[in-house]
């Protein structure tokens, strides 16, 4: 099980941090990634990092903005939002991708969900 947390309303440029915290199973071995959906809109690609941390990815759109990290000691992933703009608003979900692959963009790869957290950034 995967909850997500950290959520919230913020204003345009400022950050957040969300928390990914698993139980019942550990997800240490797996890739890791958040994904968001927006009123309307597909849930659409964030990031990813790999079980060792060692590797990450950025759709374009958070690039330079957004950081993914993890603690497997804590079973934990964090998504660390910065600079945040109103199109950032979304509920953002983490997932985890029990393939052992190249990180995948896609969520049809990933295999468990968290429950969302809200991030709403005004104008």
């Known amino acids: 099980q995967l909850q997500a947390s950290g959520g919230g309303l913020v204003q345009a440029g400022g950050s957040l941090r969300l928390s990914c915290a698993a139980s019942?199973?550990?997800?240490?071995?797996?890739?890791m990634g958040w994904f968001r959906q927006a009123p309307g809109k597909e849930r659409e690609f964030v990031g990813a990092?790999?079980?060792?941390?060692?590797?990450?990815y950025y759709a374009d759109s958070v690039k330079g903005r957004f950081t993914i990290s993890r603690d497997n000691a804590k079973n934990t992933v964090y998504l660390q939002m910065n600079s945040l703009k109103p199109e950032d608003t979304a509920v953002y979900y983490c997932a985890a991708d029990l393939s052992k692959g190249f990180l995948s963009t896609s969520r049809y790869k990933y295999d468990y969900w968290g429950q969302g957290t809200q991030v709403t950034v005004s104008s």
């Open positions: 990092i790999s079980w060792s941390g060692g590797s990450t």
């Open positions: 019942g199973r550990t997800f240490s071995s797996y890739a």
